[in-house]
Structures are given as structure tokens and as C-alpha cells.
């Protein structure tokens, strides 16, 4: 089934309300047999163009996921992923920023570990948390050492918008396509996932007190969400709402999203000159010896 994912995909310059987009759409898959050969199917055809995007050695491919708790990031990352070659894909994931990285700008820590050409790269959050979780608790700016006359300028989270797709922007031009997922889970499927890692043990370690304390910010979050999705989806790197409150659905959708990203691309393999082709041909005569 071909999935629609245009119908998942922010437009430039339009404004988001989460509360009318969903979280729960029709499956694109009959069964659970056939979400494993629709999901295998896109990690096949991922795997062969990752090796194409190596070869070529023009692009590099930055999938960003950003998400509320328990949205299923981890997930998605390990299942949609799980056929790419580990030498062509890097993992990051991004928590609270270190004493060495506060002494640096918002970007800084993130822009390091962008993927070289010929990779992907993937953001387990990312340089969004600065215009989302900051956003919800703004005395976290305190400790980030900004001049006065930044963190009290009134366009304060505007030049953050804009210095995000500024950098954007700028990779755009240099080679690296940017795709990023928004996992757009419900508060009522949140509950139901705390609770199953209540109750498993094996799942204990993934739910803290802290974790109940940000529910409370649960309006303030999504706000924030539409604010920055509105603020940065462009044509260039576009913002994707998946609804993930059922997880499989959200894997295909990712998925094909990607296949169809690597796909534009118009990737080759690299052409041998007739130089090159002589040279060749020299070789295997000598091997052949």
C-alpha cells in the first residue's frame, strides 16, 4: 500500500494546531504478518540506497526525531533503521547539555556530530529541545551564560526559529537533506504506556518521577510544539506529524518517508572515465597474470 505521507507533512508557512491533527490514523497494514513485510520491504529498499548515497558521496541524509515521553523515538529508530549498514548510520541521542557545552552556543553540541556525505545521521532530540523544553522552563536559560540584552530581547524565541533554519538552510545547500519526525502521541496513549512500564519490571527503569512531573506541562508542550513546527517546517526540511499511538503505522510512515527522501536524491553509482576504464582493464590484465 502506498502510504500518503504528503498528508503527514507540515507545509512551509502554515500554522499548526496539534489538537486537530491525529494521533491515531486507519493502519496501512491488514496484519501483524503484513506490517513485517510492508516494514521489510522499506528496509530493504533503504539499505540498497544508503549504499548508493555512500557511493555517490554528495549527500548526507539528518532524520531528527523529537517527540513527547514515551512516544515510541527509540523505537522507531531501531526498527526503521534496522537494516541500514551500522557503518553508513550514526545514532545520537541528546539529553542535557554537558558544563563544556554550555559554554558554547544552543547549536554547537548538535552541529558536531552531523553526518559526514554518504551517511545518515539520526537525532534522538535535538537542537529543537532549545525551543521546546527551554520554552516550557525558561529559568533553564539562566544557567546557558547569554549576554542580558539576548535573553531579554522580546523576539528572543523568533531568532531562535531563525537561527535553526538558518543552519538548515545553510546544509541544505551543502549537500545534507533534512527530514524531522514530530511523533504525535496522545495524553490518554501516554498514560496507558506509563503504566505498562509500571507494571513491567523489565520496563521500570524507563519511568521516573520526573516523567510525571513534565505531564503537568502537557499543554505547555504542545504549544511549544506548534510554535516551533509552524516557526521551522520548510520546503528544504520539512516537519513530518506522525501519529504514533499506534506504533507500527508510525514505523511505515517514517520509513516510507525516508525511502522516498533517499529516492529524490537521484543517486548513482560513479561513472569510470575511458582514462579510468583503461587504467581498469591494465589491472585485471595483471591479475590475471
Not at 536559560?141 to 531568532?159: H, I
Not at 506541562?217 to 513546527?229: N, S, T
Amino acid at each position: 500500500m502506498k502510504i500518503p505521507t504528503k498528508e503527514f507533512r507540515v507545509r512551509e508557512g502554515g500554522r499548526v494546531n496539534l489538537r486537530k491533527l491525529p494521533t491515531k490514523v486507519k493502519p496501512f497494514y491488514a496484519s501483524a504478518d503484513d506490517y513485517q513485510k510492508l516494514l521489510a520491504a522499506h528496509v530493504r529498499e533503504m539499505s540498497e540506497r544508503q549504499e548508493l548515497l555512500y557511493a555517490d558521496n554528495r549527500h548526507s541524509l539528518l532524520l531528527i526525531f523529537q517527540a513527547m515521553d514515551a512516544a515510541g523515538k527509540d523505537g522507531a529508530i531501531k526498527h526503521v533503521m534496522s537494516g541500514v549498514n551500522p557503518q553508513g548510520c550514526q545514532v545520537f541521542s541528546f539529553k542535557h547539555p554537558s558544563a563544556e557545552e554550555l559554554q558554547h552556543d544552543f547549536l554547537w553540541r548538535t552541529t558536531r556530530n552531523l553526518p559526514e556525505r554518504g551517511r545518515i545521521g539520526i537525532f534522538n532530540r535535538s537542537y529543537y529541545e532549545e525551543v521546546l523544553i527551554v520554552k516550557v522552563h525558561p529559568e533553564i536559560l539562566q544557567g546557558q551564560g547569554l549576554p542580558a540584552e539576548t535573553t531579554g530581547d522580546k523576539k528572543f524565541w523568533e531568532k531562535r526559529y531563525r537561527s535553526i533554519t538558518d543552519l538548515e538552510k545553510h546544509l541544505h545547500r551543502n549537500g545534507t537533506r533534512i527530514l524531522k519526525f514530530f511523533l504525535h502521541l496522545s495524553k490518554e496513549e501516554q498514560r496507558r504506556r506509563f503504566l505498562r512500564r509500571l507494571d513491567d519490571p523489565a520496563r521500570n527503569w524507563k519511568f521516573s518521577q520526573f516523567d510525571l512531573v513534565e505531564r503537568g506541562f502537557w499543554k505547555e508542550y504542545r504549544q511549544a510544539y506548534e510554535d516551533c513546527l509552524t516557526a521551522t517546517s520548510t520546503e528544504a526540511s520539512p516537519w513530518f506529524v506522525v501519529p504514533a499511538d499506534d506504533k507500527l503505522n508510525a514505523r511505515l510512515i517514517i520509513s516510507q518517508v525516508v525511502c522516498e527522501a533517499l529516492k529524490e536524491l537521484k543517486l548513482e553509482y560513479p561513472k569510470a572515465g575511458q582514462a579510468r576504464l583503461k587504467e581498469l582493464q591494465g589491472l585485471k590484465r595483471r591479475l590475471a597474470k
